[in-house]
């Protein structure tokens, strides 16, 4: 079974593709590329995570290294702590949005960033070269711990963090008593969403927010996934619902209607809170990948405020962020990323700002998803096969004359629509996304693409 490997750390199908041996090597490798101060531990609700930070434990206690067990905590927590605490790195036991039966490895440098393309290199280069020998092996398969992890602590810490933030105005959104249904997937938000809600003084109406390594919905926080949460909020009259992915670096909204705005709307609305309510801000450019929705790059231009695009992965993003001196950015796939806090994508963050854009305006959320002008994105993939390199080939000459850019696969841009064509760096897919003024335009311009492969 393939093991995937990117920007985004290693994924693969449990104890086929990923298991002890494989955790062991990858830990030693990371040992050695980094300095000789703590490592942080930390995974989601995958039970196979508790078994793999056994395994990691057994091999730094054998290589004299310090550790700090974070247990399930959320990674952009994990983030913000390595950052805090000016630890060597981390490593999260996390598969994202895919499957239960899938784990992985997110590989987090001492400046609580995911490692860049060199550093990341080196860690392969590293693992290649480590040999797991008999007795090694018979340590991790008999390893069990017995201490205290520092989850809850942990989660605390990051929390009380952003409710410090600046753009934070927290007794005007306490005031408010905002109703909010959520879905945290039963995954690593499941303690910590309720508790930065809890602080707020917000009432709660919480759906698969229980820590089970069963998602109970499939974990992406797409909208066709969250139908149970549309109808959540729309029977308790909610003011909104808030949907993660297992790991909370992703944040999806539900509005009070019911409507599932899609996580494509997370980042737009946290840009338009950034840049109205705060316009000393609006001389730092924004940043995201190629593959997210118009709509930021809308606003960011009623704002006079400069607009990047980088490749997809949030290591691009964020490299970019420090390279103009940006304070805000993200990904399209419900990624919020504030400067302030850390340079992270982060599901916490992203509900902060909701809550505040929602008090300040003293609208609806349906009222101010009105305000802005509409676009549609429509997200598809195909199975990559020994054809796909020469398919992509053949549909970038097809459309040579029109502006492409080419930084990430392929991004075919018209007035007011696209079209992106790339190689995923988390499952062995070719993605296609578009986006228009209307839907049907939307699915065309997909099918377009997918005629010419």
Known sequence: MTLIKSISGIRG????????????????????ISANRTI????????????FIGNSIEILKRLNKEYVNCGII????????????????????????????????????????????????????EAKNIEINHLEYTALQ?????????????????????????????????????????DCVNGATSIALPMLLNKFNCEIIAINSTY????????????????????????????????TDPDGD?????????????????????????????????KYPIVTNLSTSLL??????????PFVRTPVGEINVVKKMEEMGSLIGGEGNGGIILKESHLGRDSLVGSMIILNLLAKENKSLNEIYNLFPKYYIQKSSLKLDNSSNSSIDKIKQRFNDQNIIDIDGFKIIWKNEWVHIRKSNTEPILRIISESQSENRSIELIDMIKGLI
């Open 250 to 282: 992703r944040l999806s909204i539900i509005d009070n209607k019911g409507n599932p705005l899609g996580e494509e709307l997370t980042l737009s609305m946290c840009v338009y809170y950034f840049l109205k309510y705060f316009p000393e801000n609006r």
């Open 142 to 182: 008999s390893h069990f711990r017995n201490e205290k992890d520092l989850s809850e602590e942990s989660i605390s810490t990051h929390i009380n963090d952003i409710l410090s933030l600046n753009i934070n105005n927290f007794n005007l959104v306490k005031n408010k008593k905002i109703k909010v249904a959520i």
């Open 74 to 125: 959320p990674t952009p927590t994990a983030q913000y702590l390595i950052k805090k605490n000016n630890y060597a790195g981390g490593i999260v036991f996390t598969a994202s949005h895919n499957p239960e039966n899938w784990n992985g490895m997110k590989f987090i440098d001492s400046n609580g960033i995911f490692l860049d393309y060199k550093k990341f290199n080196d860690l392969e280069n």
């Open 40 to 51: 942080l531990l930390a995974r989601d609700t995958r039970r196979s995570g508790d078994k």
């Open 13 to 32: 199908i449990i104890d086929s593709s990923i298991d002890s041996t494989l955790v062991a090597k990858y830990v030693k490798a990371f040992c050695r």
């Open 296 to 305: 930021s790059e809308k606003i960011s231009q009623e704002y006079d405020t």
């Open 212 to 243: 089970n390594e069963f998602f109970s919905r499939s974990p992406e926080p797409i909208p066709s996934n969250l139908k149970t949460l549309s109808k959540c909020v729309i029977d308790n009259n909610a003011d909104l619902g808030l949907a």
